[in-house]
T-cell receptor, first 113, second 114 residues
Framework: GDSVTQMEGPVTLSEEAFLTINCTYTATGYPSLFWYVQYPGEGLQLLLKATKADDKGSNKGFEATYRKETTSFHLEKGSVQVSDSAVYFCALSRNSGNTPLVFGKGTRLSVIA | DTAVSQTPKYLVTQMGNDKSIKCEQNLGHDTMYWYKQDSKKFLKIMFSYNNKELIINETVPNRFSPKSPDKAHLNLHINSLELGDSAVYFC?????????????FGPGTRLTVT
C-alpha cells in the first residue's frame, strides 16, 4: 500500500540555521504530495503541496520539490525562526477517487534562539 | 470564527464507557474526516463522509461509529472504550473528497482512557 517515510526527530536547530526534513514515498501512480505543520496545541495546517513531478511547493519561506526519480519531497528552509518550532508531516494522496491522505510519522522541529 | 471546531477538547474516561466527540465545520464543505493520532504522533485516517455518505472506512473496530446528521457535522461515537483508544482525534473537512482540495483540521480532542 501507499506509505510515507520521513526522517526521525526531534530536530533541534539554532535560529537562522538551514533546515532539511527528508521525506520519501511509496505509491502507485503519481500521487499529490503535501507538507502539513502542527504547532503546539493546534490542529494540522497545510504548509505547501505539489501535484506533479518537478513541481515546487513553497510557503512562508519553506520549499519542497516533487522528485519522481527519487520518490522524494524534502522540506527545506534557508533560515529558521523560533516560531517555526512545530511538528512537520509529509503526506500523499492519490489523484483518483476518494483517497485519503497518508501521513508520515511527523518530525518535531525545535528552534532555539 | 473557528472553521473546524471539536468538542470536547479533553476527555478523560474509564475503560468500558461510551463517549462521543463532536465536530462542526462552518466552511460549507461537503467532505469531513476523522483521523487518529497516537502517542507517537502517527496520524491515520479513520473515516470520511461526503454529503453525509460514508466514503472511507479504514480498518477500525466497529466500536467506533461515525454519524453525520448534516454536511456540517460529523460526530464520532466510541463504545466500550479501551486503553488503546487513548489518542488525539482530529476532525477535518474539505470542499470535496479529491486530493486537489485542501483539508482543514480542527484543534483535536485528547482522549485518555484509564
Amino acid at each position: 500500500g501507499d506509505s510515507v517515510t520521513q526522517m526521525e526527530g526531534p530536530v533541534t536547530l539554532s535560529e537562522e540555521a538551514f533546515l532539511t526534513i527528508n521525506c520519501t514515498y511509496t505509491a502507485t501512480g503519481y500521487p499529490s504530495l503535501f507538507w502539513y505543520v502542527q504547532y503546539p496545541g493546534e490542529g494540522l495546517q497545510l504548509l505547501l503541496k505539489a501535484t506533479k513531478a518537478d513541481d515546487k511547493g513553497s510557503n512562508k519561506g519553506f520549499e519542497a520539490t516533487y522528485r519522481k526519480e527519487t520518490t522524494s519531497f524534502h522540506l527545506e528552509k534557508g533560515s529558521v525562526q523560533v516560531s517555526d518550532s512545530a511538528v512537520y508531516f509529509c503526506a500523499l494522496s492519490r489523484n483518483s477517487g476518494n483517497t485519503p491522505l497518508v501521513f508520515g510519522k511527523g518530525t518535531r522541529l525545535s528552534v532555539i534562539a | 470564527d473557528t472553521a473546524v471546531s471539536q468538542t470536547p477538547k479533553y476527555l478523560v474516561t474509564q475503560m468500558g464507557n461510551d463517549k462521543s466527540i463532536k465536530c462542526e465545520q462552518n466552511l460549507g464543505h461537503d467532505t469531513m474526516y476523522w483521523y487518529k493520532q497516537d502517542s507517537k504522533k502517527f496520524l491515520k485516517i479513520m473515516f470520511s463522509y461526503n454529503n453525509k455518505e460514508l466514503i472511507i472506512n479504514e480498518t477500525v473496530p466497529n466500536r467506533f461509529s461515525p454519524k453525520s446528521p448534516d454536511k456540517a457535522h460529523l460526530n464520532l461515537h466510541i463504545n466500550s472504550l479501551e486503553l488503546g483508544d487513548s489518542a488525539v482525534y482530529f476532525c477535518a473537512s474539505s470542499q470535496g473528497p479529491d486530493s486537489i482540495y485542501e483539508q482543514y483540521f480542527g484543534p483535536g480532542t485528547r482522549l485518555t482512557v484509564t
